[in-house]
C-alpha cells in the first residue's frame, strides 16, 4: 500500500471480511500531515481512526476483501410485516378497540369498524416499531460504519395483548468479530441511545394525549388490557415526562403511544443491563474487560434476587443465562490491549447514565380491573 512511506511499522491481519492493519505512523505526519499523507489516507479503501498509545500514535485501517453478503431481504421484510400484524392486533386490545379474548376474530374487528380498530392498534405498533426499528439501525448503520459483516434487523412476532405486546423484539446478526474496544463500545451503545431518542418523544407524547384518572385507588400509570389491569412502574425519565407532561395527577390512563414509549424505555434498560452479550455487556466489556466475568454475574445475582419482587426479571435472567451457555462471559476482541480514547470513556459513562434513568425495579404489575 502507498501509505507505507508514511508508517514506522504496520501489522496486517486477515480476517473472514476484511483486512485489519495497525500501523505506527511517522511523529512527523501525527504532528504536522502532509499533503501527500492526507491525499492517499482519503483514496484508503475502507475506514480508519486513530489510536494513541504508549509508543506513539496508531491508525487503524480496515477494507473489506470479500463483496457484500446477499441478505435475505424477502425474510426480513416478511418478519417485519408480521411483527407490524401482531403489535398492532395487540394496540387494538392495549387501546380498547377489541377485546383481548377477540383479537383474532374478524367479527370483533367488524364490530368496532375496521378502519378504527386498526388505526387505533396502529398508534401502538408504529411507534413501538420504530423504538425497536431505531435501536437495531444504531448497531448495524455503527457496525457498518467499521466494515464489520452484519445482518439487517430480525424482527420477532410475539402474542398479542393481554398475554403480550405482539412482538419479542428484534436483533441483529454480526458475522465476524470486533477488532477492538472501541468498536464494540460504539456498535454495543449506539442501539440502547438511538433507541432512546424516539422513545422519548414518543413517551411525551403519548403521555399527552393519556388522561388523568382521579378515583382510581392506585397511583401512577395503568392501563386496562382485555379486562385485566396493567400498571407500569416509573424509571426515573418515566416520572419526570409524566410530571412535565401531566403535572401532579395521581394516576394516568395510558394513551397506546404512551405504552409505547414506556415499552421503549424498559427495552433500553433491559438491553443494558451489564450482563453476558447484552448491549449492557458489550459496553461493561470494553471498559472493563478484565472485570467483565466479575461483575457481570454479580449483577445476574442482583437481577435473579429482584425477580422476588417481580417474576419477570427471573425469567429473563434465566434466559440470559441459557443463551450465555451457563459461562455469562463475553467472547473476546481482536485486540483488548488497545486503549479506550477519552470520547468512549465518555460514552461508557454516559450508557451507564442512561441505564440509571431507564431502568424500572419493578417494570409492570397485572391486577384486577
Known amino acids: 500500500m502507498s501509505l507505507t512511506r508514511f508508517l514506522l511499522a504496520w501489522r496486517t491481519i486477515p480476517l473472514r471480511d476484511r483486512e485489519v492493519i495497525d500501523a505506527l505512523v511517522d ?27 504508549s509508543d506513539g500514535r496508531h491508525l487503524v485501517l480496515t477494507r473489506p476483501v470479500l463483496p457484500r453478503p446477499r441478505e435475505a431481504w424477502i425474510l426480513h421484510a416478511l418478519l417485519l410485516l408480521a411483527a407490524l400484524f ?8 392495549i387501546g380498547g378497540a377489541v377485546d383481548g379474548d377477540l383479537a383474532y376474530s374478524p367479527t370483533a374487528w367488524g364490530s368496532v369498524g375496521f378502519f378504527g380498530a386498526w388505526s ?6 408504529l411507534p413501538l416499531l420504530a423504538i425497536l426499528l431505531c435501536h437495531e439501525l444504531g ?13 439487517p434487523p ?27 474496544r472501541r468498536q464494540l463500545l460504539d456498535v454495543g451503545a449506539a442501539g440502547p441511545f438511538a433507541g432512546f431518542l424516539i422513545a422519548l418523544p414518543v413517551l411525551w407524547i403519548g403521555l399527552a394525549l393519556s388522561r388523568p384518572v382521579v378515583h382510581s385507588g392506585v397511583h401512577g400509570m395503568q392501563s386496562l388490557v382485555g379486562g385485566i389491569m ?19 395527577a395521581p394516576a394516568v390512563a395510558l394513551h397506546p403511544m404512551a405504552v409505547a414509549g414506556w415499552f421503549g424505555m424498559f427495552v433500553t434498560a433491559l438491553n443494558l443491563l ?44 434465566t434466559l440470559v443465562f441459557v443463551l450465555s451457555r451457563g459461562q455469562l462471559g463475553h467472547p473476546p476482541v481482536l485486540d483488548a490491549y488497545r486503549p479506550l480514547p477519552r470520547s468512549r470513556r465518555l460514552f461508557a ?13 419493578i417494570p409492570l404489575v397485572f391486577a384486577g380491573p
Open 27 to 53: 511523529p512527523a505526519q501525527t504532528a504536522a500531515p502532509t499533503a501527500e499523507f492526507a491525499a492517499e489516507l482519503k483514496a484508503w479503501p475502507g475506514s480508519h481512526y486513530w489510536s494513541d498509545e
Open 139 to 151: 448497531h448495524y448503520l455503527s457496525a457498518r460504519a467499521y466494515q464489520l459483516d452484519v445482518s
Open 230 to 248: 396493567w400498571q407500569f412502574g416509573d424509571s426515573a425519565v418515566t416520572y419526570a415526562v409524566r410530571r412535565l407532561a401531566l403535572g401532579t
Open 349 to 361: 459513562w454516559a450508557s451507564l447514565a442512561l441505564f440509571l434513568i431507564t431502568f424500572t425495579p
Open 120 to 125: 387505533r392498534g396502529m398508534s401502538f405498533s
Open 274 to 317: 451489564p450482563i453476558a452479550q447484552l448491549d449492557g455487556g458489550h459496553i461493561l466489556y470494553a471498559g472493563l474487560p478484565r472485570k467483565h466475568a466479575w461483575f457481570g454475574r454479580g449483577f445476574w445475582v442482583a437481577i435473579m434476587l429482584l425477580g422476588w419482587f417481580w417474576s419477570g426479571w427471573l425469567v429473563w435472567g
Open 86 to 93: 401482531t403489535t398492532t392486533l395487540a394496540g387494538a386490545v
Open 154 to 180: 430480525y424482527f420477532i412476532p410475539g402474542p398479542p395483548a393481554p398475554i403480550g405486546i405482539g412482538t419479542l423484539g428484534a436483533f441483529i446478526r454480526l458475522r465476524t468479530m470486533f477488532t477492538d
